[in-house]
């Protein structure tokens, strides 16, 4: 069993910056950063290779947010810059089968 735990979110006005962090229980592999707004399906949003070489962006999200990892620390990064209102979601963090509770990003003026 793993446990994933997101902090990191909060009321931002637009053009803000966010950092979410997600600490795992144990060893991280591939791990992705997904979305879900109100009425809405989730998505993909970020996705970072177990060597930290390879991500994926989401279309909507290239160019304002980045994912790390700090392998020491067990824990995943989603550093999210110029954000948008329709950037407000719940965010989760994933890995496998495994996803955290989620942490709420609000964008709003």
């Known amino acids: 069993q793993v446990l994933l735990v997101e902090s990191g979110g909060g009321l931002v006005q637009p053009g803000g910056s966010l950092r979410l962090s997600c600490e795992a229980s144990g060893y991280i592999f591939t791990m992705a950063w997904f979305r879900q707004a109100p009425g809405k399906e989730r998505e993909f949003v970020a996705g970072l290779s177990r060597s930290g070489m390879t991500t994926a962006y989401a279309d909507s999200v290239k160019g304002r947010f980045t994912i790390s990892r700090d392998n020491a620390k067990n824990t995943v990064y989603l550093q999210m810059n110029s954000l948008k209102p329709e950037d407000t979601a719940i965010y989760y963090c994933?890995?496998?089968?495994?996803w955290g509770q989620g942490t709420q990003v609000t964008v709003s003026s």
């Open positions: 994933q890995m496998s089968k495994y």
